[in-house]
């Protein structure tokens, strides 16, 4: 998935957990942050493609690789969101995180999601990197949560994206190119 789905969807997912008190604005930056940061391997296009086709997707989208992303994210946001415990912090964290894989997971990259304990590679193929459709969705859906009239609604939005999402997938596969 492309790097603007993923950070709306870490929106979303603080915007569906959001009548919870542990929830504020700082908590929907920090999952953003989070959604995001699994693809900051991609720097490594910085020493050319062929390391990038190597290292991407490689070890920040793994479970040891997302615990320390977390664990670094944590300590890093504890420096400037000093009313969190680096506990909330890291439990944010993680959770971006594994919802950036999993996003990953339904698109062409094979990830090896248990490394180094399995090569095994996990991979759906159900859309590309980047989605039209998806981002269309993931982002309106993400922009309506935040609409003060529409307070309250957040779940139901937020399940009709999912479900639309889903449709999309299951009734339309191939609608990205990948058949």
Request: aromatic fraction near 10%; charged fraction near 15%; hydrophobic fraction near 55%.
């Amino acid at each position: 998935m492309d790097p603007l789905t993923h950070t709306c969807s870490g929106i979303l997912l603080g915007q569906a957990l959001r009548p919870c008190e542990a929830v504020h604005r700082r908590t929907l930056i920090v999952l953003a942050i989070a959604a995001f940061a699994p693809d900051l391997d991609a720097a490594s296009y910085l020493w050319g493609a062929d390391v990038y086709g190597r290292l991407h997707h490689l070890y920040t989208h793994t479970v040891v690789g997302v615990v320390l992303l977390a664990a670094v994210l944590a300590g890093v946001e504890r420096a400037w969101l000093r009313g969190m415990s680096f506990g909330r912090l890291f439990a944010w964290s993680l959770a971006g995180c594994s919802l950036h894989v999993l996003g990953d997971v339904v698109a062409v990259w094979p990830l090896r999601i248990l490394w180094p304990w399995s090569d095994r590679d996990f991979v759906l193929r159900w859309t590309g990197d980047f989605d039209l459709v998806v981002l269309t969705v993931v982002g309106l859906a993400t922009g309506l949560t935040a609409v003060d009239t529409l307070r309250g609604r957040e779940r139901w939005i937020i399940g009709t994206a999912v479900l639309v999402v889903v449709a999309y997938f299951v009734w339309m596969p191939g609608a990205a190119g990948l058949q």
